[in-house]
T-cell receptor, first 112, second 114 residues
Framework: TQLLEQSPQFLSIQEGENLTVYCNSS?????LQWYRQEPGEGPVLLVT?????EVKKLKRLTFQFGDARKDSSLHITAAQPGDTGLYLC????????????FGTGTRLKVLA | DVKVTQSSRYLVKRTGEKVFLECVQD?????MFWYRQDPGLGLRLIYF???????EKGDIPEGYSVSREKKERFSLILESASTNQTSMYLC?????????????FGEGSWLTVV
């Protein structure tokens, strides 16, 4: 079974700080997605990365797909309270009939 | 906007009861999914469906069944609820199986089995 490990599991930081969340696997993925889930809601897609080494930016969020397409990172610059939530990575498997496996999640709390 | 609607947000059921969780999507998506979300375990796939009346088991199908009689509707059934099925259940849909498709989630159904 393919696994996606996220670290850290929990993160509590002050407004304005920077942080990085990691998503790691021993398996290769066709693509990788990052979702954010707010309390009481379902996850919402932030970004999809497809090419090894790809970097995508979404305002203060920077996403990188590892060169070997086995891992990814999410970096947030100058975190704000509105960034609070559960961040999930999802890897698209290279084979099989259903595509995505989800990481274990990183719960971020940004304090004002 | 794509909308995935789960009929029940909060349910409390007794052990042994039959439980139905309903999900409807409004974007003519081919694929529909039921996930279970537990702290520290991420989202685990219970069942998915890639067409009407078609279904495949995910990673944790035991104790669950599903029904997809119409393209827009995907139901999760707990034949005899047990306390270890207390969890948050998320329904989702995606357009097709092509690479990079967005998965759209419902708001979730919190089920407590007592």
């Amino acid at each position: 079974t393919q696994l996606l490990e996220q670290s850290p599991q929990f993160l509590s930081i002050q407004e304005g700080e920077n942080l990085t969340v990691y998503c790691n696997s021993s398996s290769v993925f066709s693509s990788l997605q990052w979702y954010r889930q707010e309390p009481g809601e379902g996850p919402v897609l932030l970004v999809t990365v497809v090419t090894g080494g790809e970097v995508k930016k979404l305002k203060r969020l920077t996403f990188q797909f590892g060169d070997a397409r086995k891992d990814s990172s999410l970096h947030i610059t100058a975190a704000q309270p509105g960034d609070t939530g559960l961040y999930l990575c999802a890897g698209e498997k290279t084979s099989g009939t259903y595509k995505y496996i989800f990481g274990t999640g990183t719960r971020l709390k940004v304090l004002a | 906007d794509v909308k995935v609607t789960q009929s029940s947000r909060y349910l409390v059921k007794r052990t042994g009861e039959k439980v139905f969780l309903e999900c409807v999507q409004d974007m003519d998506h081919e694929n529909m999914f039921w996930y279970r979300q537990d702290p520290g375990l991420g989202l685990r796939l219970i069942y998915f469906s890639y067409d009407v009346k078609m279904k495949e088991k995910g990673d944790i199908p035991e104790g669950y069944s599903v029904s997809r009689e119409k393209k827009e509707r995907f139901s999760l059934i707990l034949e005899s609820a047990s306390t270890n099925q207390t969890s948050m259940y998320l329904c989702a849909s995606s357009l097709s199986s092509f690479s990079g498709n967005t998965i759209y989630f419902g708001e979730g159904s919190w089920l407590t089995v007592v």
